[in-house]
């Protein structure tokens, strides 16, 4: 399947697996910043996705970050 992906900043990162075998893409923020502890903020990737129709996008923790309880408030989109 073919997404249409638009970059909407020019420092954003396309999507892409960070791995062999990986189940889904990586999602990187346009710009770092240090989360303190029980703070939430919002990551913008600068990017946006075209998702064909009869399917949905999902964002999920990271496995290893989940394992040591960082959780998203996110969803689908």
């Known amino acids: 399947m073919a997404l249409k992906i638009k ?14 075998g990986a ?3 990586d999602l990187q923020s346009i710009k770092n910043y240090l989360l ?3 703070e939430t903020h919002t990551f913008k990737t600068g990017i946006s996705i075209e998702i064909p129709e009869g399917y949905a996008g999902f964002i999920w923790d990271r496995s290893g970050l989940g394992a040591k309880g960082i959780h998203r ?4 989109v």
């Not at 970059?7 to 062999?20: C, F």
């Open 7 to 20: 970059k909407l900043h020019p420092d954003a990162i396309s999507p892409a697996y960070s791995s062999e």
């Open 23 to 25: 189940a889904a893409f």
């Open 36 to 38: 303190k502890p029980g």
């Open 73 to 76: 408030f996110a969803g689908v």
